[in-house]
């Protein structure tokens, strides 16, 4: 016999290992945890702004209407245009001599106080009289005052440096050129409202504004082509000592931009939002790092390398004595007390240890899979509806016995709305677990196309398109789905692929729907199915079934045979669907042997009774 016994050598240095593994991995995190955050808070936040723009261009279109919104953009461009006209007021000696004062509004300035005040500037103006009335007549408008009343109350809440609505003049903004950039004479913006935090600063209606050229461009665009702006970046300038993050968009009325909208918010108050929230990641790893290094240690001391030593002992002991066999196994290669264990233990589990470790494996896993599969066989069991309809239209009773513990047909009924209910017959190619897997997503994706409502082939199509995605084991199912009228008897029905459907006609003949066939579902995208139509009459038998049925096979290689279905049927004209598939059932499990039939046998019966009236 070849000796297996292998020289132990000691060995140490799996705690420091360990530990400096732990250590490392904690600051990996950490920075990482905290770079991606930043990252993550940045471009939220910057999102946010874009996004609360187009909100409240939103709130602009909602509150205001097409005509409304361009009239006060054109009123606030011509009021502008007429002030520019006017010639400078001069100024008297003592104006010029005295320092300028400027007239604080009261803290507690509301909207309306704010639009009388400047309703008399307005008047004053020297503008066209009839101008004058007009602009009047924007500020009084009970609109305006409560889109500016709302903007001004959301700029309040979200602490915003400013939110205001402007319009642009296309004929000044084709006026650029550096020079008058320089002279702040290319003024194209001209506001229509606006909401510093303090009243003094806002920009009045028709007061005019310079902006960023590299926009203008881009706002050509968006009045031109009525689209939204794309800018790529987040907006940041420097203004008022600080710089300002800019959220745009536009408000947009039946494909025409009428006005654009902005939501500034200093720069500065993001990044100390943004500090504070990396600190806060940092202190917090920190405090996680210490916490794990220490539980750590003493884990390890404790709980890993004072029992591997001690076993080690033994293990280097039973080497050399011939003590009993140790309970521990593996096969390590760690250079560590760990390798020193595996190697005096590996000398002895030659042969024993691989024959205990293959009959355990192998009888585990035919119990886990026996279990597995038992519950799978009453999971599918518990999938099939059991509660048949017994109304004055319509009875229904239908069954599902499976090839195997689990089997790839499944059956469906279910009531779309008072008037009409879904019959589902499926079956998917192959046998067993797979089938089952697939023939429960199948059900789920039938059920819920169809009680949403529509034509069976528009529910097919969507069905079909779906489960042809991710179809790696490249399965598909036939799938006869119907919808009856309870209400007139009539049936309108897709076949894809299935069995062909027979009708059992009150006390007349068994008639086979022979009717072309569509493709199977899940074998190609953008199939198109075709509807057929049944009309039941009164007392008619609708029976639906899976080829387990007629391909049944007997021990003699014979199938039971549509031939003989038909004329079991004809037997059993006038029974109740119950009595059908029962007794069906029985005759196909007595034609084949029961502990090895051919395919999954599943059958349903219909009986349309007719309404009394």
């Known amino acids: 016999m070849e000796n297996n016994r292998i020289k132990v050598k000691h060995r140490n240095g799996l705690a420091p290992k360990l530990i400096i593994g732990i250590v490392l991995i904690s600051v990996l995190t950490a920075f990482a945890s905290t770079f991606i955050g930043a990252r993550i808070y940045w471009k939220d936040i910057t999102n946010h702004y874009d996004a609360l723009a187009n ?63 400047y309703i008399e500037v307005v008047k004053t103006s020297g503008v066209d009289e009839a101008l004058i009335n007009e602009v009047v007549s924007v500020l009084e408008n009970k609109n305006y005052r409560k889109l500016l009343n709302d903007i001004d109350m959301i700029r309040a809440s979200i602490e915003a440096n400013d939110i205001y609505v402007t319009v642009v003049d296309l004929e000044e903004l084709d006026a650029y050129t550096p020079e008058t950039v320089e002279t702040r004479e290319w003024r194209p913006l001209v506001y229509i409202f606006d909401t510093y935090p303090d009243p003094s600063w806002w920009f009045p209606f028709g007061f005019q504004s310079t902006f960023d050229p590299t926009f203008k461009d881009i706002f050509k665009d968006c009045y031109l082509n009525g689209k939204e702006f794309e800018f790529g970046e987040p907006i940041i300038t420097y203004f008022t000592g600080t710089y300002i993050l800019t959220g745009l968009d536009m408000a947009i009325f039946d494909g025409k931009t009428v006005a654009s909208i902005g939501v500034e918010i200093p720069l500065p108050t993001l990044e100390s939002d943004m500090n504070n929230f990396i600190w806060s990641i ?148 192959g046998k067993g677990v797979p089938a089952a897997l697939f023939c429960v997503v199948a059900k789920a994706v039938i059920r819920d196309k169809v009680m949403l409502g529509g034509d069976p082939d528009a529910l097919l199509y969507e069905v079909n398109n779906i489960l042809c995605r991710d179809n790696g084991a490249g399965l598909f199912i036939t799938v006869w789905l119907g919808i009856l009228d309870i209400r007139t008897g009539l049936v309108t ?121």
């Open 493 to 613: 029905y897709v076949n894809a692929g299935h069995e062909y459907p027979i009708i059992s006609m009150n006390e007349s003949s068994v008639e086979v729907i022979e009717k072309d066939n569509c493709p199977p579902l899940a074998a190609m995208e953008d199939t198109e199915f075709e509807v057929e139509t049944i009309q039941m009459k009164k007392g008619d038998n609708l029976f639906l079934y899976t080829d387990g049925v007629p391909e049944a096979k007997a021990t003699d290689g014979s199938r039971f045979g549509m031939d003989r279905l038909v004329e079991t049927l004809k037997r059993y004209e006038g029974k109740s669907p119950e009595y059908i598939v029962t007794n069906l059932k029985n005759e196909i499990d007595a034609f084949q042997p029961k502990d090895d039939p051919f395919d999954d046998v599943t059958i349903m019966s219909i009986v349309w009774k007719g309404q009394d009236n």
């Open 282 to 429: 940092i202190w917090i790893d920190l405090a996680v790092l210490g916490g794990i290094l220490l539980i750590s240690v003493i884990l390890l001391v404790l709980l890993i390398i004072r029992p591997i030593k001690k076993v080690a002992y033994e293990a280097e002991k039973f080497v050399s004595d011939n003590a009993n066999v140790s309970e521990v196994l593996g096969k390590i290669r760690t250079h560590d007390e760990i390798h020193t264990l595996s190697e005096s233990l590996l000398s002895l589990e030659y042969g024993v240890k691989d024959y205990i470790a293959d009959i355990t494996r192998i009888t585990t896993e035919k119990e886990r899979i026996a279990a597995e599969l038992g519950v799978a066989t009453k999971i599918q069991a518990d999938m099939l509806p059991k509660d048949f309809p017994k109304r004055k239209e319509l009875e229904l009773y239908a069954a599902m016995t499976p090839a195997k513990e689990v089997g790839g047909d499944f059956y469906d009924f279910f009531f779309v709305d008072d008037d009409h209910i879904a019959l589902v017959m499926a079956d998917v190619s």
């Open 55 to 117: 909100k409240i261009a939103n709130i602009v279109e909602g509150i205001t209407t097409a005509d409304e919104l361009s009239y006060w953009s054109d009123v606030a461009k011509r009021y502008a245009a007429a002030l520019a006209a006017l010639p400078a007021p001069e100024a008297s000696a003592e104006e010029e001599a005295a320092p300028a004062e400027e007239e604080q509004p009261p803290a507690d300035l509301t909207v309306d106080d704010y639009i009388v005040g």
